[in-house]
């Protein structure tokens, strides 16, 4: 018998089995990392951004009908103290709104002075006065700030037009955050009334 018969029924075996070298295709281990570095990566470039959960849907504030700001409850709450709830005013220390020329004629004159504050001399009505009216820019939006001049402008004897938000930003835009004004200062900035 030769050597090659006795090797043929090995020869007829498959090899024997191993485990694999790569039980994960490439291809899986490839998408695994993409998937990680997606993740990883999709947290790192929301640093700092609110937590939303992925909802980015905003809430649609809704304010009940006649909830808005009311230009006489601001006036009671903020200048009658001073301008007297009569808007007469108390003579030689509060100006009276009433009839004031400083109030009815150009709507950024008022503007400009309830926003920002008033001192040094100011003649009102044939009368000086001499005080400091503070600046209300911090204390009310642009929205309070037109209804409280709107409603003064309208009330008591006063008939001037309302005044729009709109003309309160604008003159926050312009003036940002200005010191309290006087009476020339004004005059360089705006029309003085006669
Ligand atoms: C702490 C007292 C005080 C408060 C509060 C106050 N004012 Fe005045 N206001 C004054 C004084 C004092 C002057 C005059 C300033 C000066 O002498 O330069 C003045 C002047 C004015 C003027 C220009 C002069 C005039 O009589 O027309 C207007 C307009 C005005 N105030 C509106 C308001 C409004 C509106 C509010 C409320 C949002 C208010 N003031 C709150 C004290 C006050």
Same mark, same amino acid.
């Given at each position: ?140 939006? $642009?929205? %309070?700030? /037109?209804? *409280? ?9 006063? @008939? !001037?037009? $309302?005044? %729009?938000? /709109?003309? *309160? ?9 200005? @010191? !309290?004004?006087?009476? %020339? ?10």
């Amino acid at each position: 018998m030769s050597s090659r018969d006795t090797q043929r029924a090995q020869r007829r075996e498959n090899p024997e089995p191993s485990e694999g070298q790569r039980p994960v295709p490439r291809l899986v281990v490839l998408w695994i990392g993409v998937l990680l570095l997606w993740g990883v990566g999709y947290y790192a470039w929301n640093i700092g951004a609110p937590l939303t959960g992925g909802d980015s849907r905003t809430a649609v504030v809704q304010e009940p009908a006649g909830s808005g700001v009311n230009g006489e409850k601001l006036f009671t709450a903020h200048c009658a103290a001073c301008h007297q709830p009569t808007g007469q005013g108390v003579a030689g220390t509060f100006p009276p709104l009433v009839g004031s020329r400083w109030l009815l004629n150009d709507p950024t004159l008022p503007i400009a002075i309830v926003n920002d504050g008033l001192s040094g001399p100011i003649t009102v009505d044939g009368e000086e006065y001499q005080g400091n009216m503070p600046a209300f820019g911090d204390k009310l939006s $642009a929205e %309070e700030l /037109a209804a *409280v001049l709107s409603y003064v402008r309208g009330a008591w004897d006063n @008939d !001037a037009a $309302a005044i %729009e938000p /709109a003309l *309160v930003k604008e003159h926050r835009e312009r003036y940002g955050h200005h @010191d !309290a004004w006087s009476v %020339e200062a004004l005059g360089d900035s705006f029309t003085l009334p006669e």
